[in-house]
Nanobody
């Protein structure tokens, strides 16, 4: 599985951005697709995940109510809609895929895309 993330950019606080992650290869129904982020000088942290089959979603507390993860099974693409962005959301955002059962842990993910930068100005 190869993952290609896109959609990052510069936005003012309070604004919105949408990220996309296109997957090539077969996405098993048992997969979780996730978004993680890594700010400069900090560890990579979980943002959101979605189960490919059924669409169950999981969010970090810091983004609940502001971010929405979704997927398009036909397009093999997962999305992250980010609203009410804050300066602390500034980071390199990564999409990832796992056949494991722990959607919020980076070590459980088998496949990673390249990062896409999100910068939120105050």
């Amino acid at each position: 599985v190869q993952l290609q993330a896109s959609g990052g950019g510069l936005v003012q606080a309070g604004g919105s951005l949408s990220l996309s992650c296109a997957a090539s290869g077969r996405i098993s129904s048992t997969y979780f697709m996730g978004w993680f982020r890594q700010a400069s000088g900090k560890e990579r942290e979980f943002v959101a995940a979605i189960r490919w089959s059924g669409g169950s979603t999981y969010y970090a507390d810091s983004v609940k109510g502001r971010f929405t993860i979704s997927r398009d099974i036909v397009k093999n693409t997962v999305y992250l809609r980010m609203n009410s962005l804050k300066p602390e959301d500034t980071a390199l955002y990564y999409c990832a895929a796992t056949i494991g059962a722990i959607p919020d842990r980076a070590y459980a993910y088998n496949y990673w895309g390249q990062g896409t930068q999100v910068t939120v100005s105050s």
